[in-house]
T-cell receptor, first 108, second 111 residues
Framework: KNEVEQSPQNLTAQEGEFITINCSYS?????LHWLQQHPGGGIVSLFM???GKKKHGRLIATINIQEKHSSLHITASHPRDSAVYIC??????????FGTGTRLQVTL | NAGVTQTPKFRILKIGQSMTLQCTQD?????MYWYRQDPGMGLKLIYY???????DKGEVPNGYNVSRSTTEDFPLRLELAAPSQTSVYFC??????????FGSGTRLTVV
């Protein structure tokens, strides 16, 4: 079993919808990260969380340490949000362990 | 301030050839990493370094070597390329506004 599990694997939404991507992990962590990867593109860090909630523009990330669970929300989704969203946890030597990603497609 | 620079962006190798993937950072951070990304799989750690002169194996080190003679550079060497090494390679540093900064990736095909 992977240490980091994401759901759903694939997600299609219409423009304007509220989107939630979930991440569960099974080990103790110092931080959890949300990353974005556009098709054929590089990887961009969106959030680093160790507790609570953070917001950047239309993106919101939350974490519940006790339940070992995090969510990434996108409000008022737009086609440019179409990408793969990756959850990762930080372990020893700040090494990242990654989930397999959630592929999001936002249509007009 | 370029952040993390990877070269080349694309490369096709024949089986048995060797090559070096270059990674350079101008952010003066100690921790650097090499990951590979295969379709449908999460990124896997190949090697990492916590500072100049210090390197260690990650999850999938076989077939690769690294060195870290300076803070800025962390090259990844493939000695005898195999089809199983066809992948997208990312260099990363622990640093930046949101915890980690990644290079733009190297897409390698071994034929």
């Amino acid at each position: 079993k992977n240490e980091v599990e994401q759901s759903p694997q694939n997600l299609t939404a219409q423009e304007g919808e509220f989107i939630t991507i979930n991440c569960s992990y099974s080990v103790g962590i110092s931080a959890l990260h949300w990353l974005q990867q556009h098709p054929g593109g590089g990887i961009v860090s969106l959030f680093m969380l160790s507790s609570g909630k953070k917001k950047h523009g239309r993106l919101i990330a939350t974490i519940n340490i006790q339940e070992k669970h995090s969510s990434l929300h996108i409000t008022a989704s737009h086609p440019r949000d179409s990408a793969v969203y990756i959850c990762a946890i930080t372990g020893t030597a700040s090494k990242l362990t990654f989930g397999t990603g959630t592929r999001l497609q936002v249509t007009l | 301030n370029a952040g993390v620079t990877q070269t080349p962006k694309f490369r096709i190798l024949k089986i048995g050839q060797s090559m070096t993937l270059q990674c350079t950072q101008d952010m003066n951070h100690n921790y650097m990493y090499w990951y590979r990304q295969d379709p449908g799989m999460g990124l896997k750690l190949i090697y990492y370094s916590v500072g100049a002169g210090i390197t260690d194996k990650g999850e999938v080190p076989n077939g690769y070597n690294v060195s870290r003679s300076t803070t800025e550079d962390f090259p990844l060497r493939l000695e005898l390329a195999a089809p199983s090494q066809t992948s997208v390679y990312f260099c990363a540093i622990r640093g930046g506004d949101y915890g980690y900064t990644f290079g733009s990736g190297t897409r390698l095909t071994v034929v």
